[in-house]
């Protein structure tokens, strides 16, 4: 099992900044992917950025160029800063992480954390 802790929820205006971070502990020591995806009210859970054990990373077109995808040293936490927020980045942000675990590969989702940008 792995277990996700996300912290950052918060409330900015347009224009401002959070960083939001996604810690895993447990069974990781086959991270193969962590990342954030995003739910806004009743839209489909999307992908927002991505980093791979390797450090390659994918944004959603919509985020490149505002939102960064980093990881501390030990690759066991992940943070996302985001600039220049809009009102339309508002939802809930999950983070996820993809392991491997006897050759299987296993998604884990963390509990969400909102992030509400006001006009």
């Known amino acids: 099992q792995v277990q996700l802790v996300e912290s950052g929820v918060g409330l900015v205006q347009a224009g401002g900044s959070l960083r939001l971070s996604c810690a895993a502990s447990?069974?990781?020591?086959?991270?193969?992917?962590m990342g954030w995806y995003r739910q806004a009210p009743g839209k489909q859970r999307e992908l927002v950025a991505v980093m791979t054990s390797g450090g390659s990373t994918n944004y959603a077109a919509s985020v490149k160029g505002r939102f960064t995808i980093s990881r501390d040293n030990a690759k066991t936490t992940v943070y996302l800063q985001m600039n220049s927020l809009k009102p339309e980045d508002t939802a809930v942000y999950y983070c996820?992480?993809?392991?491997?675990?006897?050759?299987?590969?296993?998604?884990?989702w963390g509990q969400g954390t909102q992030v509400t940008v006001s006009s």
């Open positions: 996820n992480t993809l392991v491997t675990r006897a050759g299987a590969p296993y998604s884990y």
């Open positions: 447990g069974c990781i020591f086959s991270i193969n992917v």
